[in-house]
């Protein structure tokens, strides 16, 4: 039981490392497009053939390059949590309405400001849903890292089937299981609040 | 052609046709009008069972319409939306040769009509039949849903509010085709609407519901010389008759819908919203609607602060009329004054409408030329 | 690099025999659940309020971690082809299911009107007008469907279903480079390939009177 808490709490560390990276680039590559926009197709074509890349083939190639451990899962899970991060947060900004925007520098306030009083704020919900996408999908990638070689709770149900033992698959798969549906729960939680505050005010 | 016998409609509890009678003859355009939830689309959809009646019989040529299948009841009855609705994915063509195809008409039979139809709006054939929707304007598109509702020469069309989402001049247009289609074809109509002109232009008998209920039936002619009551009297009053139309008071020259917001508003909402709505002040009110002041553009961009709302921008120095004040008074502070607007007030202080040079000028051309088409 | 080729060109048939049977699977699998998701998910626009408690599920199943369901599927059905192919299935319901209910409800009601009021019957309104309008919608599951699996369909080389899976799961167990290249590119190729083709299926698809 102690070992399962104990991989339960590193398959998080993995999952979140590799998304929280996703989040620093993603979100600012996702304003810097809003500004550049003729190479937002182009990026995001990118991610998006990324996106579609076979999980085990990209983890395997990665680990060709970059040696087992969780350092090549969470470069994989940075690609990977790159696309919905990019799209949502570009999405978004290009959401807020043109009026609010003429309103903040009708009132003499600087890009950044703009930025950070007005389109961030506003776009927050749609980034935030782009995040949760990602860290689901992050935890069913950090399942396959055992893989190359990773830690996390794929190493039970990848023991199990590899013994054919009903007892070791469900001691990995019931948590993770337990992980994704709360996470998703929780994060759809969260950006209703969002929603909900901002029709508000 | 149409008979409604002792027709009731409810929902639950609430009745929307209340005890219907209407006989609608062969070769007539009638006109069913009246305010909004008097139950004059009810009435149209029953006719062929997109709604059933509750109680009572409809009868088509002196038969049940419940006795018969409502797929094949359609198929004999032209039917026009306000939405259009013509098929996008589907060719001109294709879109008018619905019905016909679906009654089994051979392709050679279809394309014939369908030209033949074209012709009749002065559509070319050759230029419109193998376009889209999408690449017609929306008066084109709802002359197609008018040849779609003909194609398969149904004696009977119906027609809910056609033209209600087409701009002045080419729903006139519609109006005249429709009128003269009508005529060559000896169809039978029966339209919807909640606009009078269209109604008087276009009608041989005008049907006036409230409520649930006939309230006068009538030529255009009869129903203007001889209305049944005060309500019929005003309706027409209201929309056509400008012949008693006078300005005494600024209520006959005011905009009747300023705009105007509560004072807890955020300084770039009220800008989003002036910019929205052309206007470059917001009339300010309390919760009960009474004037607190007004707040300009100006004054935002220049004193405003993101994220704060309005209320310390507010101007109270606003002139005020009372709602009975003589429209020429009106008109002579506001020019003396050199004032952008006056704001009408009622006796408890709420807001009732804004008075503008604009807001007169319109008053004063709709008696001149007794234009009040687009309200 | 040049040690790669020589081994493409050495196991060309390995990697061509695995390839086929990885498409055949993929395949095979998305036409099975294309065949149960467009029919369900026509049905459940008909039935509101059923759908809104499957499409919960189907939700939260799409949320677990495809290993997890592919461990699953090794207890219920055993090793093999059928029990990968049976959760590789039922894994590709859930997009298209999803997209024809959304495609369908989102068809705007006046064409609905419009044709009862014509006097067609409901299931020519569904072939005439429903369908069509939300075809493309239905095409754009069907292909987020198809890349998934054909990712999926490495992992569940596990429990034996063959294909490019095969020789990545090889390659990593043997720390062979080659290998694990011979699979992982030409299943990357695979997925870029199937997703711009069906993307232009869709393309074609859509009617012209839709297109933009």
Redesign the interface.
Known sequence: MEKILITVVDHLQIAATGVLIAVLVGITMGIVLTRYKPIAGFVMSVTD?IQ???????L??L??MFGLGNATVIIGLFLYSLLPIIRNTYVGILSVDEGLIEAGLGMGMTKTQLLFKVELPIALPIILSGIRIAF?TA??????GV??GAGGL?HF??R??QM?N?RM??S??IP??IL??G??LLLGFLENKLVKRAKRA | MVRFENVKKAYNDVTVIEDLNLHIKEGQLVVLIGPSGCGKTTTLKMI?R?IEPTSGSIYIDGEDITKVNP?????????V?Q?????????IAQNVE??PK?LGWPADKRRKRTEELLHMVDMSPEQYADR????LSGGQQQRIGVL??LAAEPPLV?MDEPFGALDPITRESLQDEVKRLQKKLKKTIVFVTHDMDEALKIADVIVLMKDGKIVQAASPEELLSNPANDFVAQFIGKHRLNDGLEIETVEDVMRHDPVTVTKDIGTSESVALMKRKGVNSLLVVDDEGRLEGVVTVDKIRKQGKAGRNISELIDKDIRTIPTNTNAREAFDILIEDKLDYLAVVDDKNKVKGLVTKTSIVKALAEVVWKDNGHE | MSEFFAFVVREQDLIISNMLRHIYISLLAVFIGTLIAVPLGIWLTRKRKIANYILGITG?IQ??????L???A??IFG?GVKPALIVLSLYSILPILRNTYTGISEV?D??I?????????NI?ILY??EI??ALPVIIAGIRISL?YI??????AA??GAGG??DL??T??ASYD?NL??G???P??IL??VV?ALIGFIQKIAT????RR
């Open positions: 053939i579609t890349i076979p999980t085990l083939a990209l395997s190639i680990m060709i689901i935890l069913g990638i950090t399942t396959i893989l190359i794929g149900i990848w199990g089937i054919q009903t698959i469900l990995g798969a993770v299981s994704a549906v996470a998703d | 062929n997109i797929v094949m009841l359609r198929r004999k009855i032209g039917y939306i939405q259009i609705g013509l098929f996008p994915n589907m060719t619905i019905i679906l889209y929707p999408s690449e779609r509702a119906l | 939260i949320t677990i971690p495809s290993l997890v592919l461990g699953l090794l207890i090793l705007d006046m064409y009107e419009a044709a009862k009021g014509m006097g067609m019957k020519q005439m007008v069509p309008l890349i054909i990712s999926w369909a490495t992992l596990l429990i490019l899976g990545i799961w390659g990593l480079k694990i290249y699979g992982a590119i299943a990357s997925a870029l997703g009617p012209r009177g839709l």
